[in-house]
């Protein structure tokens, strides 16, 4: 159970929540909002504006419940910044108590009576800091920790118990559409899995496309053939590969037209592996326009971790399907152009064209 700070005050009567506001007491900040009828507006304990009369006031436990029932934040103390559930800093602390539990029942019963809160607020509150549910989150955290297990040679059957799945048939239930193959398959790096490449060039050297019976797993570019082979060797290291530019010219079509000055379909069929936090990233920066540019720590901000520009880089170097998700289009804050998986140059060259794109289709407009 999380513990409350020492010099916190809860009042349990209006009567108490009444001094508190007389006193403008700013240990009781956490526990309660008070709104003025008169005005509209609703405050917190400590607000340094003029006391309304009583009769006038209103206590409510939490922001959210002030402005369902119609009250503005004030302006001055910002009320909708406190409450009695820190939100960011909580969250990450039940971000850690997941990762540190996997093995437990993590429901959500049991993750709100860990933090102190209801359910509902801490349903309502991971979900719009985080993106995702907590049962969303706990699985995709299994998930992960079995990838890692696998990773080191451990058998399904351990990694899933290991990982905090209660059978193989519950995993099974979550996997699908997160692994992009069979856990065993991913284990054994793609064993049984099929891939479907071809070659072509095009103004950046030699393109690689490559996919499986659900949709693109790979896009590659080098200076030569064999540099994108051993790229998709890299990253399916015991798949089977077929060279087919039969069956894979729906799919250069697509990135020809690109080339030639059209924007590429950012919604072509993918089948690629990720944890939840990478989802998001990659769904990110497909919302950056083409011809336009974010940051590595604007999108963590976006996704609800301000600090979170590493992490934003890692899921942008991991990122298998490149144009697809376009991570070329993510900078440093000082628009530096850093790391990009097929080279600096690749990268500006990408940029200007797809500018270039976005010029040309304006004048037409």
Request: charged share 25%.
């Amino acid at each position: 159970m999380r513990r409350r700070p020492k010099d916190r005050e809860d009042p349990s009567t209006d009567d108490e929540k009444w001094r508190a506001v007389l006193t403008r007491n700013g240990n009781s900040d956490e526990s309660f909002v008070f709104a003025v009828r008169s005005t509209g507006i609703y405050c917190k304990p400590s607000c340094p504006a003029k006391r309304p009369r009583r009769d006038q006031v209103v206590f409510f436990s939490r922001s959210d419940e002030a402005e369902q029932t119609g009250f503005r934040p004030c302006k001055r103390c910002r009320p909708q910044d406190v409450g009695p559930f820190p939100q960011a800093e909580s969250i990450d602390r039940i971000c850690k108590y997941i990762e540190a539990n996997l093995d437990r029942k993590l429901t959500l019963s049991a993750l709100s009576t860990h933090a102190g809160i209801s359910p509902y607020h801490l349903q309502r509150t991971f979900k719009r800091i985080v993106g995702i549910s907590p049962r969303q989150y706990v699985e995709a955290r299994r998930l992960a920790k079995m990838k890692r297990s696998l990773r080191n040679g451990e058998t399904v059957t351990k990694a899933l118990y290991k990982a905090g799945f209660s059978s193989r048939s519950r995993l099974y239930e979550k996997v699908p559409n997160r692994f992009g193959m069979s856990p065993g398959a991913f284990r054994r790096g793609g064993v049984g899995l099929r891939i479907e490449y071809t070659i072509v060039d095009c103004p950046l050297g030699r393109l690689l496309i490559g996919a499986t019976e659900r949709g693109i797993c790979a896009v590659c570019m080098g200076d030569s053939d064999t540099t994108v082979k051993a790229a998709l060797s890299e990253d399916y290291p015991s798949a089977e590969l077929h060279h087919n530019d039969e069956s894979m010219l729906k799919w250069v079509t697509e990135f020809m037209r690109y080339f030639s000055g059209q924007h590429l379909k950012l919604n072509l069929p993918i089948d690629v592996q990720a944890t939840a936090f990478q989802w998001r990233v990659w769904k990110e920066i497909q919302s950056i326009p083409s011809g336009k540019t974010n940051t590595y720590s604007k999108i963590g901000s976006a996704l609800g971790a301000p600090k979170g520009a590493r992490a934003v880089a890692r899921a942008c170097a991991t990122n298998p399907v490149s144009l697809v998700i376009p991570c070329h289009r993510v900078v440093g804050e000082d628009g530096g152009l850093h790391g990009y998986r097929w080279g600096k140059k690749r990268k500006q060259a990408l940029l200007l064209h797809e500018q270039t794109i976005s010029r040309k289709t304006a004048n037409l407009t």
